[in-house]
């Protein structure tokens, strides 16, 4: 009767060590994959690394000021546009006066 036995341990030990082996080929599939993807080719070069976050700094600068700039003029003219109300309509005027004097002298250079 431990024959028996023995042969379905033999058995389960060659299906276990199949599957692991299939396992580790999937594994291994699964790395080279990985491996091949841009962002981990990116990371794999410190000067590629810079030069992208050097670039990506470079974006988010740039549209950070040119979206703080585009919003900051549309509520300076928006608010300039309410000459109405006596403190706040002074006080945007004034504001507006003083942009239109600095873009004057910074075209007379």
């Known amino acids: 009767?431990?024959?028996?036995?023995?042969?379905?341990d033999s058995r389960t030990d060659t299906d276990d060590t199949a599957a692991m082996a299939q396992e580790m080929r999937a594994l291994r599939d699964e790395v080279r994959q990985l491996n091949a993807h841009r962002f981990v080719r990116l990371h794999n070069s410190i000067p590629r690394l810079l030069a992208f976050n050097f670039a990506r700094?470079?974006?988010f600068g740039?549209?950070?000021?040119?979206?703080a700039s585009v919003l900051l003029s549309a509520v300076a003219w928006s608010l300039a546009q309410v000459e109405f109300l006596p403190i706040i309509g002074e006080w945007v005027s004034e504001i507006a006066r003083q942009m239109e004097d600095a873009a004057g002298q910074s075209g007379a250079r």
């Open 57 to 59: 700094g470079l974006a």
């Open 1 to 8: 009767m431990r024959l028996g036995n023995q042969g379905q």
């Open 62 to 67: 740039l549209g950070t000021v040119l979206g």
